[in-house]
């Protein structure tokens, strides 16, 4: 057993490694060739934060061990908006004005129906991933091309890590060594998540929804923690909304294009349902009070508790 933790515990910490470190030579690399903060702030940051979900979603399917690739994603969408997003409202109220978030928004309610629909048929397959993954090609190219006459340079320089730029040969060995961080780490933690399922005799769906998503999630956390002590709301629900969608269209679009991906009963009519329900709860917060308050973040915290404890009841009853 004792393996099975350090193995789970010691992939999160090479996948959080091996993500930090990809991401800071692609920012780097993208400021040698000259690309626009707008492309470095969406596209390169806004992917470096779902890396680990990438990986261990992606190892996970080609170990076959589809529960926990898809629990991964759907247990992450769940997380950061009941977990890390109640989270950060404890540490003040955030503002959320609707003007600025409807269009993502919209996207990511229309992701989260379009994944429900699909995993009601059992299956996500090579074509579906195909479509997901092509529906967020289309996504962020709307998005930097929305954005870029309406966000500043300066605005997007103060969101993006402060990273020198480095000889080519040192960009290249950091991108190598975040590269097998993600991958040893990956493989280490869905190891991990395997034992420790087996060990106490529960479903690799359940481990996945809740000990890997939560894990895979860190990166989010930090990053709402670290904007909510900045007063930098825009951040923390930019964040968690982007990190939704690319869970959705780009996670568990590559995952099923690699390896089709079966959706058993119980994730597609409880666990997916109550993704979407959390979803459609935060939109109805931002659209009709424009604001997320700490008895809203209170109640959150006591939701995803109480899904938790719901998991590993039927868990150990079954």
């Not at 109220?93 to 928004?105: F, N």
């Not at 079966?262 to 939109?283: E, G, K, S």
Request: charged share 10%; glycine share 12%; aromatic share 6%.
């Amino acid at each position: 057993m004792l393996t099975y933790i350090l193995a789970l515990c010691g992939g999160l910490v090479l996948l959080t490694i091996g993500a930090d470190g990809l991401v800071s030579a692609a920012v780097s690399l993208a400021k040698r060739f000259g690309l626009s903060p707008l492309v470095i702030g969406i596209v390169i940051v806004g992917f470096g934060t779902s890396l680990p979900e990438l990986a261990v979603s992606l190892k996970a399917a080609l170990d076959n061990s589809p529960d926990i690739a898809l629990g991964n994603v759907i247990g992450s969408n769940i997380a950061n908006i009941l977990l890390i997003l109640g989270l950060a409202t404890l540490l003040g109220p955030i503002a959320a004005p609707r003007g600025q978030y409807l269009s993502d928004l919209t996207v990511m309610i229309a992701a989260s129906i379009f994944i429900t629909l699909i995993c009601w048929t059992g299956l996500l397959s090579w074509i579906t991933g195909l479509a997901m993954f092509g529906a967020l090609v289309i996504y962020l190219g709307a998005t930097l091309l929305g954005k870029k006459n309406s966000v500043s340079d300066e605005t997007l320089l103060e969101n993006i890590p402060a990273v020198r730029v480095r000889p080519v040969w040192q960009i290249y060995a950091m991108a190598i060594g975040g590269l097998a961080g993600l991958l040893v780490g990956a493989s280490l933690m869905v190891s991990g998540a395997v034992g420790i399922s087996r060990f106490f005799g529960m479903s690799e769906a359940v481990i996945g929804l809740t000990v890997v998503a939560v894990g895979t999630s860190l990166p989010e956390l930090a990053a709402a923690i670290a904007a909510a002590y900045r007063k930098q709301p825009d951040l923390i629900l930019g964040n968690i909304i982007g990190s939704n969608i690319f869970n959705i269209l780009g996670i568990l679009g590559i995952s099923s294009m690699v390896q089709t991906i079966p959706v058993p009963d119980q994730m597609a009519f409880i666990d997916v349902p109550i993704m979407l329900f959390t979803a459609l709860a935060l939109a109805l917060l931002i659209i009709v009070w424009q604001a997320i308050g700490r008895i809203a973040g209170i109640a959150m915290l006591m939701a995803y508790g109480g899904y938790v404890a719901y998991l590993f009841s039927t868990s150990v009853a079954g």
